[in-house]
């Protein structure tokens, strides 16, 4: 049923929202499968051993934390392993993610300030990992705590950017064109389909140029065709920023991963190779991991991955 939600949310989440229907998901953050209220006594009683390393997963586009599972062992996540290996103390974050990425990044800046504010323990190091979609949220996220002065966001050591699309995703740019093109044509038909085919939500189609800031669409037409309105957000100073970039074959030189990188986000994508810093700045490409043969759902639970996070949160070069 949590899968179906989600599914729902990622498709209609925005309009379920206006509706005020109770199938929207709020952001929290998840424990057992319930949501865990950010008071110090709450906090302490599901974190019994909880320490100053905070390490926050933000799942992506119509998952819950549950991607973060590794098959057959639901309970081990990076999270959970970290917490054994390192001593960080694991959050797992669910959301609406049809709402726009600036919204849910808002939403995240403010359930982190809560979570700092109400730890058990004084928090010295927070560790975001944020898988496709998430990876964006959590930058968004950076950003507003940055313009408001939340106290967390001068805790962070690193950003894992989890098979993220930081220079968009090129299947909502593909569902763009096709709802553009048949809206032109003067046809009940295809007028129809195209106003199906918008009726996807603003968080997909946020997706299209990763949208991250509210100036990316408030006043904008969200149909219009392949308009890139993005803002050019720094990065976070002082942070570490590392891309985790998956591939469908051994090669990323091969066709197949040219054209469709890990099935969902290209590499260059994934790895923020950006051609135009004046729309997204570049991540720093010594930060960028590619794993040959893992596709965008593995990446969020696979050996190879963790040990490379392991190895980064333990300070070792990449």
């Known amino acids: 049923m949590d899968a179906a939600i989600a ?48 390490c926050v997963l933000v799942h992506g586009l119509g998952h819950t934390e549950r991607v973060w599972s590794f098959p057959g062992a639901r309970e081990t996540s990076y999270g959970s392993l970290l917490e054994r290996d390192l001593g960080y103390t694991p959050y797992q974050v669910r959301y609406n993610s049809g709402l726009h990425i600036s919204e849910n990044g808002e939403s995240l800046a403010g359930l982190l300030e809560a979570l700092v504010a109400a730890h058990p323990v004084r928090v010295r190091e927070v560790v975001l990992l944020g898988h496709s979609m998430g990876g964006l949220v959590a930058r968004s996220a950076c950003h507003v705590a940055s313009r408001q002065g939340h106290g967390w966001v001068k805790r962070v050591k690193r950003v894992f950017y989890v098979g993220s699309p930081h220079l968009g995703a090129p299947l909502e740019k593909l569902g763009n064109a096709v709802a553009w093109v048949l809206r032109s044509i003067p046809n009940p038909y295809t007028e129809l389909v195209s106003g199906v085919l918008n009726l996807r939500s603003s ?44 591939t469908l074959t051994v090669s990323e030189r091969h066709v197949v991963t040219w054209l469709l990188g890990d099935s969902l986000v290209r590499v260059a994508s994934a790895a923020g190779r950006s051609r135009d810093e004046r729309r997204s700045p570049s991540l720093p490409q010594a930060d960028v991991r590619v794993f040959p043969g893992v596709g965008h759902l593995r990446l969020a639970h696979d050996r190879a991955v963790y040990a490379h996070i392991r190895a980064r949160c333990a300070g070792e070069k990449p």
């Open 203 to 246: 968080g997909i189609k946020d997706l299209r140029f990763a949208n991250l800031a509210r100036q990316d669409w408030e006043g904008r037409d969200p149909d219009a065709l392949l308009e890139d309105r993005r803002t050019a957000l720094p990065l976070l100073p002082g942070v570490a920023h590392c891309a985790l970039v998956g």
């Open 7 to 54: 599914a729902l949310n990622a498709v209609v989440g925005d309009r379920l929202r206006a509706r005020g229907n109770g199938l929207d998901t709020p952001m929290a953050i998840y424990e057992g499968n319930e949501p865990l209220a950010l008071r110090r006594r709450a906090i302490a009683a599901a974190r019994p051993a909880a320490t100053g390393r905070v």
